[in-house]
C-alpha cells in the first residue's frame, strides 16, 4: 500500500514514523505543492536528504522495509492507495472557528485537483481540524469519494495515553472512544478497556 502524507508538520515526520513501525505501507511519500513555499516539505530536490535523513536512517535502523519517498509536486499523489491530509505548518495555539476552517479549507482546495488528477481511487483521511467540516467540504468539491474524517482521533489517543499512564499499563493494552464534533468531544467510559476489562 502506498500512503500519501499532505501537509507541512512535525506531525507528517510522527505519522509516518508509525507507519514505518506498523507496517502498514510498502511505501510513504510526502507531498507538498509547488505554489506554496510555506506548504513545502523541502525547498530543492538537493535539500531533501538533509531535511528528513533521520527518519530514513531510523526506518533503517528499525528494520523497516518501508519505502520513503518526498515530492514537492502533486504528481507524488500517483498510486496512492491511502491519503492523510495533516495541518500546514505553524497551525497551532489559539485558533477561531472561523480562522481553523479558512486555512483548512485553503489547504485542501489546493490539493484538490491533484487528488482527481493522480489518485482519485484513493482513500482519504482528514485529520486537520475542523475535521468534519473539511472532510464535508472535500466530499462535496470532489463529487464523493472514500473520505474519513478524525475529528475526535486526537481526542480519543489522549484518553487512551492518559487511561494507560494512571492504570500504569502500555498504550497497546488500552481501547478508548471519544465521540462529539471538531469543537466538543465526550469520552465514552462505557467503551474503555484494558486488556478488555471496563
Known amino acids: 500500500m502506498k500512503i500519501a502524507l499532505l501537509g507541512n508538520s512535525q506531525l507528517a515526520v510522527s505519522a509516518a514514523w508509525g507507519l514505518c513501525q506498523s507496517e502498514a505501507a510498502h511505501e510513504i511519500v510526502f507531498v507538498s505543492d509547488a505554489m506554496s513555499n510555506k506548504n513545502r516539505f523541502v525547498s530543492s530536490k538537493e535539500d531533501t536528504p538533509g531535511r528528513l535523513r533521520d527518519l530514513v536512517e531510523s526506518n533503517a535502523l528499525s528494520a523497516s522495509d518501508t519505502a520513503i519517498s518526498f515530492s514537492n509536486a502533486l504528481e507524488g499523489l500517483s498510486g496512492a492507495d491511502v491519503i492523510i491530509l495533516l495541518p ?111
Request: charged fraction near 15%; hydrophobic fraction near 40%.
Open 88 to 198: 500546514p505548518m505553524g497551525q497551532s495555539g489559539f485558533r477561531s472557528a472561523q480562522a481553523s476552517k479558512t486555512t483548512g479549507i485553503s489547504l485542501v482546495r489546493r490539493f484538490v485537483s491533484g487528488i482527481q488528477q493522480h489518485a482519485s481511487d484513493a482513500k482519504i483521511l482528514m485529520a486537520i481540524s475542523p475535521a468534519n467540516y473539511i472532510a464535508a467540504w472535500t466530499h462535496q468539491a470532489l463529487g464523493g469519494g472514500r473520505i474519513i474524517g478524525l475529528g475526535n482521533g486526537a481526542a480519543t489517543a489522549h484518553l487512551t495515553a492518559e487511561i494507560a499512564k494512571r492504570v500504569e499499563v502500555s498504550v497497546k493494552d488500552v481501547t478508548a472512544l471519544t465521540i462529539g464534533s471538531d469543537w466538543e468531544t465526550y469520552p465514552l467510559p462505557q467503551y474503555c478497556r484494558v486488556n478488555g476489562i471496563p
